[in-house]
């Protein structure tokens, strides 16, 4: 199956666009991220207030108002005595941590956890917070100032990796909880600009949303006062506030957005976790290892303002396990949404082959013997674009002029003309290639007396092939070849009645005419037709092919590029 099956035209879907990305790669590129990230390191401190429940302090105000010169300098199990802690006792001191998102020291790279593993029968993805630092204090209150102090931090080899199942849509958090956020975050969380498919983004966004469940603490043994310790202080205090507050897990930094360049401009966005599927389309339910691994989060896109429909689950594969070493995931542009793009590039250049035509006959002379034929067409026309519902043709414009006539004498009797025109263009996705065929036709009837013949004195057709590649920008490439093919007709009579009616120069008049100006405004389309178009994500993939599914959407494989 594979990205061969992309069919976004289809009745369930109409997106745009999708970038498909596997968890293999999502997490391959985390890791790579969090490996060189020089994240913040945050400290909370938190002091018993005089209902002794905990509020959050400033850390340098702490030491400022105990008077000690560190916090977290101070070893486990200092005693109770010592004065840094009866400093701190006399403030009410209750714990602190401090923390920096990133890998954890002492592991293998591939004994790495994953950061997200991907839920596909729900709309919520299994995230793995990992810090590359951490480090928790606690003053416990005894009786007759036995309290006990807790310093303790992780270890390399043995992180502290707190688990949470996170909502992927904005629309899925329950209690207004992304309309809670602070409005510069909430723009940022739903970047439409050029970072909205980067790692950094999606883990912007992993670590803002409202989770859905208490996450659960893996690498410390249940029940013991570290344990407890981070139950309160971590996910207690600061994940509940977060909760209700809808405020970032770890503080946030914020990736500064680039100019976005691609020729679809991104304006709604959201995220679906795929399931593996079988032959006939079905999600595999219990899949193997390696079927986990190609499972796809999807970037489900809008463009210029359209709606974007509800996510749902993709009947193919975007990448097959034979695939998963090469590709990373697979950018897919909508049949439709490729061609309204390309024929908002064709129509202001077709309206030059668009002509209504005029025709004058009348008599003069000599007792009104003389017939008079004039004749013109009026290019500027607009012709009627139709999107094509299936198949190879995805694009026409057609104009078809009406017939202009008129005749000379008692009821015409001594000359008449008719002129018309046609002008159909045809665009088709196909292989690895476009094919725009245009198709002007001119037809002319001329009689003088009783003698008469016409045909179509101009009929062309021109068809360029524009074979697609694209480079690692994202940027299309093309070749174009044309060729053209001329139908026309060269109408006339027999000498015996031309000698009498002179009507073959009158053709080969109108011919001549008609061929140097309707003619010879019929040109091959220019290359830049096709390759101004430009594909989403260029900041964020590298894109190593290029051709149309069976359903004609364009697609191409994509790795991400290194952060």
Known sequence: MGYSQSNLSGAAYGYDFVVATTQESINATMKAYLAGLNAPEVIQCYIYNQNNQPQLIDYNTLLQQAGITDLFGIPNGTSAQDDRLVKLANVGFAYAFKAAIGLPAGYAPTAIPDVVTLNPSTSTVVFNLMCSSFTVVELTYGPRNQNTWLNQSQQPGNAWTFTSNVALQNITVGSNAYNKLPPAVQQQIGNMGANAFSVQQLLFDLDNAALESVPQITGVVPGTPLYTALQTVFLGAYFTQMQAEGQPVLSYTIAQTTTDHSSLPLTALELEANAYVDGNGTPVQSPSAAEQQVQPLCYLCATNGNTLRPPTQFNWNWIDLTEASQ?????????????????????????????????????????????????????????????????????????????????????????????????????????????????????????????????????????????????????????????????????????????????????????????????????????????????????????????????????????????
């Not at 697979?330 to 490729?338: D, H, S």
């Not at 018309?420 to 002007?440: A, E, K």
């Not at 390759?531 to 993939?541: D, I, L, M």
């Open 327 to 563: 590709h990373q995931g697979v950018m897919a542009i909508n049949r439709n949404t490729l061609a309204n793009w390309i024929g908002a590039q064709l129509a202001p250049q077709l309206g030059a082959n668009c002509y209504n035509p005029s025709v004058r006959v009348w008599l003069s002379g000599f007792l009104d013997t003389t017939v008079n034929y004039q004749w013109g067409l009026t290019s500027g026309q607009t012709p009627t674009q139709t999107l094509n519902a299936s198949g190879p043709n995805v694009l026409t414009f057609s104009w078809q002029s009406g017939t202009a006539e008129d005749d000379a004498g008692a009821g015409g009797d001594m000359g008449k003309m008719e002129l018309s025109s046609s002008f159909n263009v045809n665009v088709s996705f196909q292989g690895n290639t476009i094919v725009i065929t245009q198709h002007l036709v001119v037809y002319a009837y001329v009689r003088s007396l009783a003698t008469g013949d016409g045909g179509n004195i101009v009929d062309k057709t021109i068809t360029d092939t524009y074979t697609l590649a694209v480079d690692q920008n994202g940027n299309l490439m093309a070749t174009q070849t044309t060729s053209t093919q001329d139908n026309s007709q060269s109408p006339g009579t027999n000498g015996f009645l031309n000698f009498f009616t002179d009507l073959n120069s009158l053709l080969d008049s109108a011919k001549t005419w008609a061929n140097n100006f309707a003619g010879a405004r019929l040109q091959s389309l220019p290359i830049s037709v096709v390759q101004n178009f430009v594909f989403p994500g260029g900041n964020t993939f590298t894109f190593s092919d290029v051709c149309f599914s069976n359903n004609q959407d364009m697609v191409s494989h994509i790795t991400y590029v290194q952060p």
